[in-house]
């Protein structure tokens, strides 16, 4: 799978490639130092959107040397820009299903970055989150604030449980006196007339 | 006036001081690893302490428009502990490679033991090998002796003078650090450590040069405001504005910049910041015009 490594400019790509991908210590390292090596102007990932050049060569990195590490060391000591950067990469890497721990996981973060790199722009929840997490997924943006937009095939998604939710949502803020966000109408359920 | 506090442990304070901080007008901060006002027992608190560093505090800190970075390290205190010792010092390779990692430190003595010039040493080697600078305490007891021990460890090391900055200094041990190529920190503390008139008549005495203030706030009883505060105490003591910069933004940006992972023009472009405001009823400036972005 070479959708990263074509995506980067020449140079990045090269620095890519010349990491060696069964050699642990430096792939953790590379992994690591990326931005410092490749910067992070904005990159197009065909069909995924613009990314970091750190982001996708990180990402590029994972495909290479998923033999030597795995995406859930490289989350658990990454600081919050490498943990997005394996979010981003997770339905683009092998079997992506056996991530799942993983990806629920994140969506636990405080970090707002992180929990965006999972929940948004991403198709790893639409087409492996069980409904349970998909829904908390999707109160937990709208609680903070993110668009409803950004998560990918949220209509496709849309269940009974996730109206009864938002409107329970609606209602606390209501309640609260605190305005509802104008966009969790879309998940609640219409109301026959 | 830009500020920087480049030694501060914001996990133990709350969002009000980062909020009176960035209205201060501090716009980056560095937190170095040290202990957590009682031991540690295991290494994975370490693990995890390190990351919250790296990760949580970073975000947090964003917040409120300041940049967040740290130190990693074995602090002096836990270099005792053999329980953790060699086990936080396994762990480091995997995290001083890391953007948001300007140094390794806190080290240096505590109690000047055998088991801590060890760990000092050789996290001076991890240091090299990661091309980073080093962050070292010194000693509350036998202050003295314990700062010229560790500059005799930095020299019997050959580690770059330049690349060491010494902290918490007072009139005694600011002319032995001045006198090798270091830099010189100074925790200015609510009680004890240095406070802002003896700062100032120090900077008035030695000049800017390589020289550093913080507040050192943790836990304990300190003020995150320390370092607008002193540099309203300088203003005040009729030191130029000029030095005033180069001593509470410019020399933390030269000495922890050494490492390319702080990008100055990216402190400049970050948040949004008022120099109008006020704090404690003073403002920063002294009949200067505010800037503002």
Redesign the interface.
């Known amino acids: 799978m070479t959708v990263f490594l074509d995506a980067l400019p020449a140079t990045a790509n090269e620095w890519v490639v010349s990491v060696a991908a069964d050699d642990r210590l430096a792939l953790l390292a590379a992994f690591s130092g990326a931005a410092r090596a490749v910067g992070k102007e904005p990159c197009v990932v065909p069909g995924r959107g613009t990314w970091g050049t750190d982001e996708v060569a990180r990402a590029a990195l994972l495909v290479r040397g998923a033999a030597s590490v795995s995406p859930e060391e490289l989350y658990d000591r990454g600081d919050n820009r490498e943990r997005q950067a394996v979010l981003k990469a997770l339905p683009l890497l092998a079997d992506p299903e056996r991530f799942l721990p993983l990806a629920i996981e994140a969506c636990r973060t405080n970090v707002l970055t992180i929990f965006e790199a999972i929940a948004c722009e991403n198709t790893y929840p639409e087409r492996f989150f069980p409904e349970l997490n998909f829904n908390q997924m999707v109160l937990k943006a709208s609680f903070n604030g993110v668009a409803l937009a950004r998560i990918v095939g949220l209509a496709a998604r849309k269940n009974d449980e996730l109206a009864r939710m938002a409107a329970d949502f609606a209602a606390e803020r209501r309640a609260a006196g605190r305005p509802v966000p104008a966009d969790l109408s879309g998940i609640m359920k219409e109301v026959a007339s | 006036m830009k500020l920087f506090d480049p030694h501060i442990h914001m996990t133990s304070r709350t969002t009000d001081d980062y909020e009176a901080m960035a209205k201060a007008g501090i716009r980056a901060i560095i937190e170095p690893a040290f202990w957590l006002g009682q031991p540690r027992t295991k290494v994975g608190t370490f693990e995890d302490y390190f990351?919250a560093l790296?990760?949580?505090e970073?975000?947090r800190a964003s917040q409120f428009g300041i940049t967040h970075f740290c130190t990693i390290g074995l602090n002096p205190k836990e270099a005792n502990n053999p329980n953790v010792a060699q086990g936080v010092l396994d762990l480091m390779p995997?995290?001083l490679?890391?953007?948001?990692v300007v140094a390794v430190g806190e080290i240096g003595f505590d109690d000047q033991t055998p088991a801590e010039e060890k760990f000092f040493a050789a996290q001076l080697e991890l240091a090299k090998k990661f091309d980073l600078p080093v962050l070292i305490h010194t000693p509350h007891r036998d202050k003295k002796r314990g700062t010229e021990r560790s500059l005799a460890v930095v020299k019997e090391q050959r580690f770059a003078e330049e690349r060491v900055l010494i902290d918490h200094n007072n009139e005694e041990t600011l002319p032995l650090v001045l006198a090798t190529g270091c830099w010189a920190g100074h925790s200015i503390y609510p009680n004890t450590k240095m406070d802002e008139p003896r700062m100032a008549a120090l900077v008035k005495k030695y000049g800017p040069s390589r020289i550093i203030v913080n507040s050192a706030a943790d836990w304990g009883v300190s003020d995150p405001l320390k370092v607008p505060k002193t540099a309203i105490a300088m203003k005040d003591a009729g030191i130029v504005a000029a030095d005033i910069e180069t001593i509470v933004w410019k020399n933390p940006i030269a000495f922890f910049g050494q490492t390319?992972?702080i990008v100055a023009a990216d402190l400049a472009s970050n948040a949004s910041y008022d120099q109008a405001e006020l704090f404690e009823g003073n403002s920063v400036l002294r009949g200067q015009t505010p800037a503002r972005t």
Do not use: A
């Open positions: 990351q790296l990760g949580w970073r975000f995997h995290y490679g890391k953007d948001g390319g992972r």
